[in-house]
């Protein structure tokens, strides 16, 4: 019986069979309590040895049964350690962090010039009328000037704006002068579409009303401008040129240095001049003058950022906007 008994605990698995063992031989009803029970039924002179093989075995088992146990814990406690095991070293999880699209990068580092200049950030509708679009700026119907802005029209004559110049006629019409405005906004084309064109894009427009403000004014806000944008050395130019709703009317270059590719040359940016006559007649202003100016943001931001098609703008490829995550 010690063979086996010694035995079955050795062999045990978990503390359940420890226990059946344990309840089996040392039980009240074990097989070692029987014997001892049984001793009564021995001649005298047997009685003390049996008596004490029976205790030595019992207290044997006892430990057997008891190492047994502390072995058993030992594992589990052993696998639960491993299975909540964590190592404080390894790196934690990275969130995801987002960056600007690099075209309202470059709205808002305008957007933040302009305000340090004084001016008023506001936005107009995308879906414009014709009178809003055109007429009030002093495209007539079948003005030829109407060719180089054509555009997508809605059923009931509406069209997407083609330009941010709308956006003067609605301030002027709900607001009385002088003010300094600038407004920024998704613009459409009807654009043959190719690396640097492309059906829809962006523009900033300036606009600025008041008593005796003159084309020095003008040139003067282009400049300081330019100048916040690309440092105090920056030249620009205006040469004359045609807008129906400004006289005189001229687009305008900036003499910069690309701090990318270390190139400096005349970036030519857009178009300004002096709020038309007949411009300032539609929204019912008088005795006042003022300038305004407008350009695409695409071309600004291809030569900054070195984006070589205006697609990849608009092509949603995290790859393109990754490379400049964490640049203003
Ligand atoms: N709206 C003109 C364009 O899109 C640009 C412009 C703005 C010209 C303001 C003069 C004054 O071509």
Not at 48 to 69: F, M, Q, T
Not at 145 to 153: M, V
Not at 283 to 291: C, N, P, Q
């Amino acid at each position: 019986m010690r063979e086996q008994a010694l035995a079955e605990v050795a062999d045990a698995t978990d503390l359940n069979a420890l226990q059946a063992l344990r309840v089996r031989y040392l039980g009240k009803k074990g097989e070692l309590t029987r014997q001892l029970k049984g001793l009564g039924a021995l001649p005298p002179d047997e009685r003390r040895a049996a008596g004490a093989s029976i205790n030595a075995l019992k207290e044997e088992l006892e430990d057997a049964l008891k190492r047994r146990r502390e072995a058993l814990e030992g594992e589990a406690v052993a696998r639960q350690l491993e299975s909540e095991r964590l190592d404080v070293t390894l790196p934690g999880y990275g969130y995801p962090v987002g960056g600007l699209h690099l075209l309202t990068r470059v709205t808002n580092r305008l957007t933040d010039v302009f305000r340090s200049m004084g001016y008023d950030v506001v936005v107009g509708p995308e879906l414009e009328t014709d009178a809003y679009n055109f007429q009030k700026l002093n495209f007539p119907d079948e003005h030829p000037a109407r060719d180089t802005q054509d555009t997508f029209w809605t059923e009931d004559g509406r069209l997407l704006r083609t330009h941010t110049s709308p956006m003067q006629v609605r301030y002027m019409l709900s607001h009385a002068p002088p003010f300094k405005i600038v407004v920024p906004g998704k613009v459409f084309r009807n654009e043959a579409v190719d690396a640097t064109h492309e059906a829809m894009f962006h523009q900033i427009e300036a606009l600025v009303v008041g008593e005796h403000i003159t084309m020095a004014d003008l040139h003067g806000a282009i400049n300081q401008m330019a100048r916040a944008l690309f440092g105090p050395e920056t030249k620009t130019r205006l040469l004359p040129t045609y807008f129906p709703f400004v006289e005189p009317g001229a687009e305008f270059a900036v003499w910069w240095k690309n701090p990318r590719t270390g190139r400096a040359g005349w970036l030519e940016l857009g178009g300004c001049g002096m709020v038309h006559p007949n411009v300032f007649k539609a929204v019912g202003y008088e005795g006042v003058t003022g300038f305004a100016f407008g350009f695409g943001l695409e071309r600004l931001a291809m030569v900054s950022y070195g984006v070589p098609d205006i697609r990849y703008f608009y092509g949603g490829d995290l790859r393109v906007l990754r490379q400049f995550r964490g640049e203003l």
